[in-house]
Structures are given as structure tokens and as C-alpha cells.
């Protein structure tokens, strides 16, 4: 359900638009649509995180496959992404508690995983085949060179 304020300049679908749409709203008394406001802003920036989440997921395990499938293109570059990645997955993890290893697996595994498939293959310009990731070989196994 979207809220409404007094027809504000402010208002558009921007995160920093709706803070300043809730801004007006409490400096002009009207609690009630700040509230809804707050609430809608916080709606909007959970999934903003999550789409996050999964965007990171998804190239985490894109890289993955493509260290899998071409062990003679391996680099410093690749090692540097993939542990960034997960780095970031584990800050939004920290910064979002609801963002579980749990919720990961059981939400977001299979479509970020059928995703970095299409991604690979896009990449590397040949079909894979269909190699189902383990949580060890996304977040836990060292990649290194030599």
C-alpha cells in the first residue's frame, strides 16, 4: 500500500525523496502519514538490500563456475572478486540480522545459482554443464593459484 502526502515536490520513488516526503509530513503535524511513510521507506530499503544480496550472491557464484570450468584462465583478479564478494555478502548479513546463512540457502540459492549459470555461460560464450554449488565451494573454500 503506497501512502500519500500533500502533493510534495519531494515525493518520488527515491529513497532520499521519500525521507524528505516524511520530513514535510512531520513538520507539518501530520503523524499519521509519516508513519506510513517510515514504515514504506523501510519496506523500500529491505528490498533494496536483499536485491543487493542477491546481486553479490549471484556473482559469487558466476566467478565460482567460471573457476570451476576454466582452471587456465585463473588469476589474482578472480581470487580478489570472489573473496570481495563474499565480504560483501557477509557485511549485509552483519547490518541485516535477518539475512541468514539459513534464509540464504533456502530463498535465494536456487534462482541466484540458475542465474550465475546463465551469467557464466554468457561470459565464457559455451554451454556448461549444470554443476549444483555446495555451501563450502560458494563461502568457505580458498581459491588460490598454482
Given at each position: 500500500m503506497r501512502w500519500h502526502v500533500h502533493q510534495s515536490e519531494h515525493r518520488n520513488d527515491s529513497h532520499y525523496g521519500m525521507a524528505l516526503a516524511i520530513q514535510e509530513a512531520l513538520n507539518t503535524g501530520d503523524t499519521q502519514a509519516a508513519a506510513a511513510g517510515i514504515e514504506e521507506l523501510i519496506e523500500a530499503l529491505s528490498r533494496s538490500d536483499?536485491?543487493?544480496?542477491?546481486?553479490?550472491?549471484?556473482?559469487?557464484?558466476?566467478?565460482?563456475?567460471?573457476?570451476q570450468a576454466q582452471p587456465e584462465r585463473r588469476s589474482r583478479s578472480w581470487i580478489a572478486t570472489i573473496h570481495n564478494a563474499r565480504k560483501h555478502i557477509r557485511k549485509l548479513q552483519a547490518d541485516t540480522p535477518r539475512f541468514t546463512d539459513r534464509l540464504i540457502h533456502e530463498q535465494l540459492w536456487e534462482d541466484c545459482l540458475d542465474s550465475a549459470h546463465r551469467e557464466a555461460e554468457g561470459e565464457i560464450n559455451r554451454d556448461l554443464p549444470w554443476t549444483a554449488l555446495s555451501w563450502d565451494e560458494v563461502f568457505e573454500r580458498p581459491c588460490t593459484l598454482g
Open positions: 536483499k536485491r543487493a544480496l542477491e546481486s553479490y550472491l549471484t556473482r559469487l557464484m558466476q566467478h565460482i563456475l567460471k573457476w
